[in-house]
């Protein structure tokens, strides 16, 4: 299936919102702008295998500044085509040019059939000249400007535009051309072309005001669900037995797994981040796993499933935005291959790379790692997870914590232990003497606080265990025996 009718069905099957459609790129449009650009390469005599022949490799993976004083041609013919931005307004209008030179000093030069090509071209574009100056016209004394509209509708009016400035032109082609050389040039400015990267930039501009729209509906929702859990799974709220804090905390636990945006276990953003379809059936795995647990059933709280629901649609929402990204991005690339494979111009790393700092919908930041970032840190840590607070020998929560110098913390209970048995460094890290060093001043009160606050039963157990403990060293195997 050609990408076009992809690209339609994929806007209507995800059920992307009307006025996002008519910010996407509009691949179609742009495939009849080609298709325009073609044929003023065709009506000059430049077939596609003919571009293909002199086209210069060297300026396909960069964008190249015109400098007739340095640019020396290899090849007894080559075409150049360059895209820059102008400076003399705020537009950032995208100037492109097809540039044609022949080096007749070059010793190589004996292939009749590139230098057939050169003379044709100049031949055909003198021609016009002469016969017709509403088709092609001097701009200065070596550029040609095509009216493609006479060229693709030779009854059609001819298209007014606004001029380019002789100090723009003078630095795209240079001031002066040696004379004292051998060689030919001729400078083209297609119609087509202009419109078409024009039309690329202005939708582009139109998916960078979407998405920073998007991003900030989105913060919007993660601040209002934060202040809705906060109320809800805050035990200083209210009663624990009126509390939903546990079920929060499995919930989150739950969606921390599920893993629904990012692999945690990469190390580079780029690797760990899911597409969308991944995105999409990872949140779907997260809601049958809650549907699973019945934890919503167990609500004490009417509102908790309110705040539930909300927090699944703001996800739901990220994932729309994502999919639009996506496919948004794929037409981008696809359009500018096509334009590529049409007519042999090489744009694909060009293009991107000229406006690469000026679209952030292409080549900025997924939106996904700053939403996720918001997410963590406005509503994931209002309910503090139980792996964060564990201590790692005996594997219960950490309840009058340690914190060694080191940083790693542990239960008191565990460090006496480990001071009985002379063990003096810190058995994660192996820190020499934090354990020697540990006395009362290493206790975290702000962390006990924390622990009595949101894992009371976790505490409540662990003193209950550390009770028990006491009694058996005191006991010991002793018996009491009625006889």
């Not at 059609?156 to 003078?170: A, F, M, Q, V, Y």
């Not at 647990?293 to 935005?321: C, E, I, R, W, Y």
Request: aromatic fraction near 8%; glycine fraction near 2%; proline fraction near 3%.
């Amino acid at each position: 299936m050609k990408f076009a009718k992809v690209l339609e069905q994929t806007l209507i099957e995800e059920d992307i919102p009307e006025e996002w459609i008519e910010a996407a790129i509009q691949y179609k449009s742009l495939k009849k702008c080609i298709n325009k650009v073609v044929s003023e390469l065709q009506f000059l005599g430049l077939e596609q295998n003919t571009l293909k022949l002199i086209i210069d490799d060297k300026t396909r993976h960069q964008v190249v500044e015109m400098d007739n004083n340095e640019y020396t041609p290899n090849n007894p013919v080559v075409a150049e085509y360059t895209l820059t931005k102008s400076n003399f307004d705020q537009s950032d209008h995208i100037i492109p040019m097809l540039k044609i030179s022949i080096d007749y000093n070059n010793a190589d030069v004996s292939d009749d059939h590139i230098n057939e090509i050169w003379l044709r071209l100049k031949s055909k574009i003198e021609t016009l000249i002469d016969n017709d100056d509403s088709i092609i016209e001097s701009v200065s004394n070596r550029i040609y400007e095509l009216n493609e509209d006479q060229v693709l509708s030779p009854h059609g009016s001819r298209r007014e535009g606004s001029p380019i400035p002789e100090d723009c032109l003078e630095q795209i082609v240079g001031k002066n051309l040696d004379k004292s050389s051998k060689r030919s040039e001729m400078l083209i400015m297609l119609k087509s072309d202009s419109q078409f990267f024009q039309m690329l930039n202005g939708e582009l501009e139109n998916l960078d005001k979407l998405k920073q729209d998007e991003e900030t509906k989105l913060i919007q929702e993660v601040n209002a669900i934060s202040e809705s859990i906060q109320k809800l799974a805050n035990p200083a709220k209210g009663p624990l037995r009126k509390s939903d804090l546990y079920k929060w905390r499995e919930l989150f636990k739950i969606y921390l797994d599920s893993e629904v945006y990012f692999k945690y276990n990469e190390t580079s953003v780029s690797a760990s981040e899911r597409n969308g379809e991944q995105v999409k059936r990872n949140l779907n795995e997260f809601i049958r796993r809650v549907e699973k647990t019945s934890l919503t059933d167990q609500f004490q709280n009417k509102k908790s499933m309110v705040a539930f629901n909300q927090f699944l649609n703001m996800n739901f929402h990220l994932l729309k935005v994502l999919q639009f990204q996506s496919i948004n991005s794929t037409a981008f690339r696809k359009i500018l291959k096509k334009f590529d494979k049409q007519t042999s111009l090489g744009v694909k790393y060009k293009f991107p790379k000229l406006i690469s700092n000026d679209h952030i919908f292409i080549t900025g930041s997924s939106i996904a790692q700053s939403i996720c970032y918001v997410i963590q840190s406005s509503i994931l840590t209002l309910v503090p997870q139980l792996d964060d607070y564990t201590c790692p020998i005996c594997t219960s929560v950490a309840f009058k914590p340690i914190k060694l110098n080191c940083g790693h913390i542990f239960c008191v209970r565990c460090l006496v232990k480990l001071k009985q048995q002379k063990k003096v460094d810190c058995p994660i890290c192996r820190r020499e003497n934090s354990i020697a060093y540990a006395d009362s001043t290493n206790l975290d009160v702000e962390a006990m606080a924390l622990m009595k606050q949101y894992f009371p039963l976790e505490v409540k157990e662990k003193l209950k265990e550390r009770d028990k403990e006491r009694y058996d060293e005191i006991v010991g195997d002793s018996k009491c025996i009625i006889t």
